[in-house]
């Protein structure tokens, strides 16, 4: 493992050495089968308001696969990825009052923002592995208005995709501004959507749901989950939906999910980037099938401290159970790939610490 030259922002560190996962460059994933780098770097201490955090978990987000090869790329390098993270605070930065040493915290998307209703939205919005360090290491920092107590329920692995996948989805689900009864389509079936089912399946008991697919992995995977009837991407419900939510990086689910809509439905993209691969799918937008009779496109921009702090306990209490697949952080690269390559069936996570087994 080599020293990194990683910037550091305290001068004032603690005598540890820690294992970092870093992306030194922006990287194409179809060539690049190795992105991130095992470092070794130096813990800095908290600032003033904030924790320092040994890292239990970190799940794994197609998000990452945005920052790595640049569709939202960070805006320094080099940066350790990572924004579904578990861990235990390990020391406290000065005015640090609502949190003890040993308290098992999350921590998401959000590193910081203005602290508003609309924070999401906010120029002073700053995400956890892109902005600012994440937790594809061993300790990590992090505001204390951003880190979230964890429900005793859950272990850390199951924990770590609630804080991204779980949240995100659970502000899409919120978004479709659905009632109980409305029939709710999910256009890809992964990370994110088989937390929403459940969700969805709790909140609205008696709403049916559909899920659309490309692969049969993925469909058969919602059968099992729950949805009500499940088909390829291109297919047609047995009924129109009120709602859809598509959890994809591509462009072919938007064009056939509005064609699945009733007058007046509301399609919720929640994704921080689109690839690029199947752009020219929007060419088959047709105004009067697709958009006309006001069906409408509403986007997830990120999500704030209150979706957390509201989702976390809700999770728990409807009894939410993420699918995990464990990766030691040496093979944190094997994750990326798995992710990028293969069919996805619930949520990838990294053990980080030696205390969580990955057999």
């Known amino acids: 493992m080599l020293q990194a030259p990683l910037e550091i922002a305290s001068a004032s560190v603690l005598e540890i050495i820690v294992r970092a996962m870093l992306l030194r460059k922006i990287v194409s994933l179809a060539e690049a089968d190795e992105p991130l780098e095992l470092v ?7 600032q003033p308001g904030e924790i320092l955090l040994q890292v239990s978990v970190c ?17 320094r390098l080099p940066i350790i990825p990572g924004h579904q993270v578990v861990g235990r605070v390990a020391e406290l930065g000065a005015g640090v009052t609502a949190f003890r040493v040993g308290d098992r915290v999350g921590v998401g998307w959000i590193h910081r923002s203005c602290g508003g209703p609309r924070e999401n939205l906010s120029p ?16 990590m920092t992090v ?17 770590a995709p609630l804080l991204c996948a779980g949240a995100v989805g659970y502000r899409s689900l919120k978004l479709t501004e659905m009632i109980d009864g409305d029939p709710l389509g999910l256009t890809g079936f992964g990370g994110s959507a088989h937390l929403v089912l459940q969700m969805a399946k709790y909140l609205f008991p008696n709403s049916p749901v559909f899920v659309f697919a490309h692969q049969e992995v993925g469909r058969a995977f919602a059968r099992q989950s729950g949805a009500d009837w499940a088909g390829e991407t291109s297919e047609r419900a047995p009924t129109s939906l009120r709602a859809i939510i598509d959890t994809t990086p591509a462009w072919k689910p938007v064009v056939e999910a509005l064609a699945n809509l009733r007058p007046g439905g509301r399609l919720v993209i929640n994704a ?9 799918y929007l060419l088959r937008l047709s105004y009067q099938e697709h958009l006309w009779m006001e069906r409408e496109i509403k986007t997830v921009a990120n999500v704030t401290s209150a979706d957390l702090a509201e989702f976390l306990p809700l999770a728990a209490r409807a009894g939410i159970r993420p699918t995990v697949e464990l990766y030691p952080l040496a093979d944190a690269n094997r994750a990326i790939i798995d992710l990028k390559r293969k069919p996805v069936q619930g949520s990838k996570v990294l053990v980080v610490s030696t205390s969580t087994s990955c057999d």
Do not use: S
């Open 59 to 75: 799940g794994v987000c197609h998000t990452e696969l945005d920052e790595i090869e640049g569709r939202t790329p960070p805006p």
């Open 124 to 139: 002073d919005f700053r995400a956890t592995g892109r902005d600012a360090n994440g937790g594809y290491a061993e300790w």
């Open 272 to 280: 921080i980037r689109k690839e690029d691969r199947d752009k020219d």
């Open 40 to 46: 070794e770097l130096p813990v800095t201490k908290p």
């Open 143 to 159: 505001p204390d208005a951003y880190a979230y107590p964890i429900p005793e329920v859950y272990t850390d692995e199951q924990a």
